[in-house]
């Protein structure tokens, strides 16, 4: 990362495809008919609209790049927090939907994490840990939920 408009463009990205494919993950689950798992990718997809609305803000007087899509340099095939399409299957449990979820926003804070060890600049630390301690409450937030799921309790959320 070199400039901060540079990370504001990769986060605002990230969180945008974040949102889509929770959302994505709960059209499949509401057609499927497994409802409760469609509940949670929704929560997921508000928390994701939620910091994309964040790093839009945090955008709103600066000249951001556009970065054309398969331009974007990823750790993998896809933004870190773009949850596994595997996600879509109809008959995953609350269980498996919750560690797909925590993987995806594991992945986002490690992704900022590294991008804030990395970075040089002053102004993009301090972003990228504002964004590092945000991700590390969604990921705190899911161990709960697998907690009280493996408890056999309703999701804390709920």
Same mark, same amino acid.
């Given at each position: 990362?070199?400039?901060?408009?540079?990370?504001?463009?990769?986060?605002?990205?990230?969180?945008?495809?974040?949102?889509?494919?929770?959302?994505?993950?709960?059209?499949?689950?509401?057609?499927?008919?497994?409802?409760?798992?469609?509940?949670?990718?929704?929560?997921?997809?508000?928390?994701?609209?939620?910091?994309?609305?964040?790093?839009?803000?945090?955008?709103?007087?600066?000249?951001?790049?556009?970065?054309?899509?398969?331009?974007?340099?990823?750790?993998? @095939? +896809?933004?870190?927090?773009? $949850?596994?399409?595997? /996600?879509? *299957?109809?008959?995953? #449990?609350? !269980?498996?939907? @919750? +560690?797909?979820?925590?993987? $995806?926003?594991?992945? /986002?804070? *490690?992704?900022?994490? #590294?991008? !804030?060890?990395?970075?040089?600049?002053?102004?993009?630390?301090?972003?990228?840990?504002?964004?590092?301690?945000?991700?590390?409450?969604?990921?705190?937030?899911?161990?709960?939920?697998?907690?009280?799921?493996?408890?056999?309790?309703?999701?804390?959320?709920?």
């Amino acid at each position: 990362m070199q400039t901060v408009e540079e990370f504001l463009a990769y986060s605002i990205h990230l969180e945008q495809e974040a949102a889509t494919r929770f959302g994505e993950l709960a059209d499949a689950m509401e057609s499927g008919g497994n409802r409760e798992v469609a509940q949670l990718f929704r929560k997921l997809a508000e928390y994701s609209r939620l910091h994309l609305s964040d790093a839009k803000a945090r955008a709103g007087f600066r000249d951001i790049p556009e970065i054309a899509p398969a331009d974007f340099v990823w750790p993998d @095939l +896809e933004s870190p927090e773009a $949850a596994a399409i595997w /996600g879509a *299957d109809p008959l995953l #449990s609350r !269980r498996e939907a @919750l +560690e797909i979820a925590l993987c $995806a926003e594991q992945a /986002g804070h *490690d992704y900022y994490k #590294s991008v !804030r060890d990395s970075a040089t600049d002053p102004e993009i630390k301090v972003l990228a840990t504002e964004f590092v301690d945000e991700e590390a409450g969604h990921v705190a937030e899911l161990k709960k939920w697998i907690a009280a799921a493996e408890a056999g309790q309703a999701m804390p959320a709920e």
